[in-house]
């Protein structure tokens, strides 16, 4: 393979695209000119201003909610990224992660942030759980890759996805409502209301409700329960609209989203690796042996926002303003793993699971003033502020029953998690000449975080007596877990048998843990005799505070050759907060919890966009060449901790510097027929250059393998992304049929950063091992969606059809992998089904 230093890139890849495209657009002839802006014009905010598509200096997408309907998204964020080369969308419990040209994070508990910025309507959410949701009634979805450090800020280093709903129209009463049906009996509503009150005051009211059946499997011939991925989902958005005079306008949006159904845990298939069988062999990885508890999810997303701006003579005051809240809870549907031949035995009485509980309160506020005029100098600069205070906690419970009596826990639990952020930024544009424009900008952040509660293991043994019961009991039915909902959580103050049963609001009808407590307590009120011993231990204090600040900037210009043809250059910087770990005990005694550095990535970009006619076929022609310089990149690893020989915790660390190389090319034909083709291709090299880390799978413990990941390419990172879409409108007497097909392909790629390579330690040294329980590669596949649809003349009624994953492929877009588990999380399966849409 052929590498290039990233001077030499910028000028090779500049020449070729300067060469390649002004031999074709200076042969256009003005009849061919008229034709290629027959090419739709599709304005964006990316920028933080509106403008064209062709006119954003960088590698953006935008779709509107008709485009998502015929291209199989609809109304599910997960399937966005069957149409956006390079971006990863995967679903755990309840969280969307979010992977873009191999920038992002996994880690989505309170010690960590996304890595792509997601916002509603331009404001910043900082947990992404329930967002999937809010895709209904907008006007468009935007892609932006790339840092966007300075105009976006906080946590944009991979990029952003910003969710734009359809304001309240001024000017046009309306109404549309749209129902559907499909398979998994799945039953959908979607509509709106708009109602311009008088000239300057309008109101819009919007709604979607969606049921359907799980999307897994129960695979245990024994059992009713309901398998995961049922949903039942009700959201509501209402927003005004006030022309308050003739330069100041008031915009405000309130929403609520509350889900329900059986949760989003992964499958686990580390039993079916070790009998010898891949992902790809299993004749369907969804169908899985479910037991003991049925899985749950009650989620409730509130937010509202408002927007006022004031036009004054050449610039323009915008204070806005959100609040959003988020009570996330999930019962995990536990399993034996997935069903593979010879895999049938379950214990339906086993009832060990997780139990999640997070809740979010944060305020962003933002002031920004910007220019209004047409003059050469565009400008905006302003002050962003956020604040968060979540509660965290985190179960994992384990039912031995008539296993042992023996007994271990795990709970993490986080009353009082603080975080905020305050950036100033400002960015400039210029134009030189008519056809030379240059940009540029800077912003400052600083970062803090707080967090105080209780983390680790819990353990309870019982040995002596005759009299001692069998099993030890509780998860059963009638088990109701609130760990934050306890008066204390200083551990000084109380045991750990007593801080346990304070986080437990009623045991279960099997439960006997209840009354063993007891035994432990006051060994001569023992229901199991006087003779009952036992023994146990519990969570560590956790306390840790983090600072830092940073700068991001970016520079760059556009050079237009034509009207239609512009070549661009830029260099951007984006940071993700860093933060601090689980507490650790020092030589001194105290407890520590050491923070790690924020990842920091610069951009080196080059390209140029273009519309042309290639024959008589008028055609957008985009490309883009791309260098990251990644560094300070953070992944867990084991180390050893002061106040226990031999004793160890998982920590993050800035472990890694990486650099990733691509090419982007974006393409539409309008072709005869009114037929049109959308193509894009990506390009892309995701290398580690140099980091060191103890292989963490291999369990806990200090004695690990220590494995040089240099060359390892980055997870979830496809060396080669291509879409196309192709689809047509019909024209007749009675209305306009329309239809499309679109299809992506992705090569393979990995989970996890040991790109699917086991190592062991032999005599000191780390070798090369041969353990299956550690695969995490993901085969290349293709993904297909379709869609028919009819309207009448009037415009007034609409029918379709759409099929999404037509292929029923199973691909997994995120792993859990380590010495106990590998637990897939995967896309959607097939879906299809019929709307009817009806437009007052």
Known sequence: MVRFKRDQLAVAVTAVLTGFFSGGIYAQSDEEATTSQALEEVVVTVERREQTLQSVAGVAQSFDQDSLDRLGVGTNFQNLQNVVPGLNIADQEGNMEIYIRGVGSSNNTELGDPAAATHLNGV??????????????????????????????????????????????????SADLEVSAGNFNNFGARGAVN????????????????????YFSNASANSTLDAAGSEDVQSFRLSALW????????????????EGGTGYPGAQIKQALQSGYDFDDLDDPRAVLYRGTEGDLDSTHTG????????????????????????????????DGVYYPGHDDVNQENYSTQYWDTQSESVVNELRFFSNGDGALSWTAGIFQFDEDQAAGLMSLTDVAGIENWYNATEWVMPDVDGSSLAVYADV??????????????????????????????????????????????????????????DEYDLSKIDALSYLLSGIKSFGVDDNFDEIAVCLQDSDSCAFGSDMEGGYYGPQQQEGSYEEDYVDFRIGGTYQLTEDNMLFASIASGHKSGGFNDSLVDPNGDLIAIPYAPEKLVMYEVGSKNELTLGNVPTRLNASAFFYDY??????????????????????????????????????????????????????????????????RQGWGTDLPIVDISGKRLPQASEFTMTMALSQQLDTSAGTFDWSVSAMYRSDYYLSIWNNTDYDLVDGETVIGSDPDYADQVDGYVNVDAGIGFTDNSGKYRVELYGANLTDITVSNKGIIDHGNNIRFTNLPRTYGARFKVNF
């Open 124 to 173: 910043y959410i900082p947990r992404p759980r329930g967002v999937g949701a809010m895709f209904y009634d907008i006007a468009r979805v935007e892609v932006k890759k790339g840092p966007q450090g300075t105009l976006r800020g906080r946590n944009a280093t991979a990029g952003t996805l910003n969710i734009v709903a359809n304001r309240p129209d001024l000017d046009d009463t």
């Open 304 to 335: 509202i926002m408002a927007v006022l701006t004031h036009d004054f003579d050449g610039f323009s005051v915008e204070l806005s303003s959100s609040y959003r809240d988020l009570d996330f809870k999930q019962t995990n549907a536990s399993n």
């Open 243 to 258: 022309e308050v005079g003739e330069n100041t306008s008031l915009y405000v949006v309130a929403d609520q989203t509350q």
């Open 195 to 214: 109602l311009p009150v008088t000239d300057t005051f309008a109101l819009r009211l919007a709604g979607y409700t969606e049921q359907h059946d799980p």
């Open 429 to 486: 544009s210029y134009d030189f000449t008519e056809q030379l424009t240059g940009f540029a900008g800077i912003r400052r952040t600083e970062e803090e975080k707080y967090r105080y509660g209780t983390g680790g293991n819990y353990g309870f043994g019982f040995w002596a007596g005759e009299n001692r019961p069998e099993s030890i009991r509780w998860g059963s039915p009638g088990f109701v877990y609130d760990g934050l909902s306890r």
């Open 631 to 696: 560094t300070d990149q953070v992944f867990q690893m084991i180390v050893a901790t002061a106040d226990d020989e031999g004793a160890s915790s998982l920590q993050n660390r800035n472990i890694a510097d990486s650099e990733i190389t691509g090419l982007e090319l974006e393409s539409k034909f309008l072709l005869p027929a009114d037929l049109m083709l959308d193509m894009t291709a990506l390009w892309l090299n995701a290398e580690i250059k140099e980091g060191t880390m103890a292989d963490t």
